[in-house]
């Protein structure tokens, strides 16, 4: 019995939208019909970011820390710079500082930024020693009595903006110190039909079965049910497989009754 010994199977964007629509019993038969999938698509990567789903997406940052400064957007900032010094026309220049004289030739790009969805961990180092930040809510920021009170870091308040920012308390005490931060980003937009999809293997059936039913919404009501539950059924396979694993032990309770005479 021969096998193919390939490993390697992947749709691209047009192949999801014509599994879609023979799910919902059509053809892909005009530009239009390409169009309407892929913003359904992109929709569906939104209602992913919203459940939480993209764990695949999880990048670490590190932020270097400035004396006095608390609050630092999520991500990177890219900026293009000008001809000046050690730096050459058109160098791009992400997350840091240089000693050199720049002017900046454009607006600076917070796409980087704009991609968070959510930050899931933090700890701050110092002389190569992690300790926890604990992520707090807006109230708890706002009722701390003195944000200026100086320190190592030891919360810090996501705020969730278009483009979100960290505001950590106590405000660093010098510019040593690193916060490094595990964050969820958003899935690569699906722009033309070519593309391939950055979801991992075993998400192929969910990504096809959600694209499924978003399309029926628009083209084919009498599936919408049907669609929904598989879709649905899916998601929750997914989702249950795509998780952190750890080492669990349960300990059994043992209840032990005596009886007197």
Known sequence: MAVSGSKNFELDVAEYIEEAFERCGLEVRTGYDAATARRSLNLLFADW????????????????????????????????VGASGSLTLGETITGGTSSASTTISADPSLSDVRSTIDILTGVVRRSGSDISAAQISR?????????????????YYFDRQIAPVIKLWPTPENSTDIFIYDRLVRVDDADVSIDTVEVPFRFYPCLAAGLAYYVALKRAPDRVQILKAI????????????RDKTSTFAVPSYTYGFTGS
């Open 49 to 80: 970011a919203n459940r939480g789903l993209n764990r695949w997406t999880i990048g670490q940052v590190t932020q270097a820390l400035a004396t006095g400064v608390a609050e630092y957007p999520v991500g990177i900032i890219t900026a293009t």
């Open 139 to 155: 109230d708890t920021y706002l009722t701390i009595p003195d944000k200026t009170t100086a320190g190592r870091p030891i919360q």
């Open 231 to 242: 879709y649905e059924e899916e998601f929750e396979r997914a989702a249950l497989e795509d």
